[in-house]
């Protein structure tokens, strides 16, 4: 398949964990400010909510309760 072939070729060359990186700031005592981005989600014409890979992780009910859970007071 011609599709499957250019998505393996052009794959990223980067890790989420490099993009975070970049994003967090440590302050002390092993802690640290993170910012965190996403853009707006949509819908398409059919109705199905679409946005960039981070917007949909963000928005996910699990992630939000896994950072909630992190927070501290």
Request: hydrophobic share 30%; glycine share 6%.
């Amino acid at each position: 398949m011609k599709t499957r072939h250019r998505l393996g070729k052009h794959r990223p060359n980067y890790r989420w964990e490099s993009l975070r990186e970049l994003r967090e700031f440590p302050i002390e005592n092993g802690k640290a400010l993170n910012f965190i981005y996403s853009s707006k989600q949509f819908k398409t014409k059919g109705g199905l909510a679409a946005g960039t890979a981070t917007t949909n992780l963000y928005h996910n009910a699990h992630f939000k309760k896994t950072m909630k859970a992190m927070q501290t007071p």
